[in-house]
T-cell receptor
Framework: KQEVTQIPAALSVPEGENLVLNCSFT??????LQWFRQDPGKGLTSLLL???SQREQTSGRLNASLDKSSGRSTLYIAASQPGDSATYLC???????????WGAGTKLIIKP | GAGVSQSPRYKVAKRGQDVALRCDPI?????LFWYQQALGQGPEFLTY????????KSGLPSDRFFAERPEGSVSTLKIQRTQQEDSAVYLC?????????????FGSGTRLTVV
């Protein structure tokens, strides 16, 4: 059974720092991997989607990498800002490709 | 509508009470999903609809949980005889396509507290 783990569970850094969030999964037979952002009281917002054949995706200050063989993904956030404070979740889909299997998230706090 | 709307935003139920949670997906979206998110955890899949057909209900935790989408638009998640372990945020998402790469739009969720 696929399991997704995110480390650390929480992270607090000063504004302006570059940071890396980690996601690992136990079964490398994934269809794709996504990173989401969750703000309190709001829904989940998709940030980046990486297909299993891809190595990385970039959007603005965000870069997500995927190493399928080792079961790992990282989300790199450059020049962090207080507005980046949120919980970041990664999720994988398998052959069925409609069901997402989620990590528990990393709660990120960017201190002004 | 502009987004996925869920109601109510908050629900407090006494143990044993029945509850109904509503999801209004984006108009025209064929796929609709329900997820359950316990405090401090990631969402857990409950069920999936393609139009009015419930194609997967393998994630429903017990027969007290029932979901429907009779006309292929609005969906209702019903929980009978609620128990304390049912306390969670229930998230609804819709998609214009059939696969995860088509992108999900999530609602803000319904926070259910069973006392």
């Amino acid at each position: 059974k696929q399991e997704v783990t995110q480390i650390p569970a929480a992270l607090s850094v000063p504004e302006g720092e570059n940071l890396v969030l980690n996601c690992s999964f136990t079964d490398s037979a994934i269809y794709n991997l996504q990173w989401f952002r969750q703000d309190p009281g709001k829904g989940l917002t998709s940030l980046l989607l990486i297909q299993s054949s891809q190595r990385e995706q970039t959007s603005g200050r965000l870069n997500a990498s995927l190493d399928k063989s080792s079961g790992r993904s990282t989300l790199y956030i450059a020049a962090s800002q207080p507005g980046d404070s949120a919980t970041y979740l990664c999720a994988v889909s398998e052959d069925s490709n409609y069901q997402l299997i989620w990590g528990a998230g990393t709660k990120l706090i960017i201190k002004p | 509508g502009a987004g996925v709307s869920q109601s109510p935003r908050y629900k407090v139920a006494k143990r044993g009470q029945d509850v109904a949670l509503r999801c209004d997906p984006i108009s025209g979206h064929v796929s609709l999903f329900w997820y359950q998110q316990a405090l401090g955890q990631g969402p857990e899949f409950l069920t999936y609809f393609q139009n009015e057909a419930q194609l997967d209900k393998s994630g429903l935790p017990s027969d007290r949980f029932f979901a429907e989408r009779p006309e292929g638009s609005v969906s209702t998640l019903k929980i009978q005889r609620t128990q304390q372990e049912d306390s969670a945020v229930y998230l609804c998402a819709s998609s214009s396509g059939f696969g995860t790469e088509d992108g999900y739009t999530f609602g803000s969720g319904t926070r259910l507290t069973v006392v």
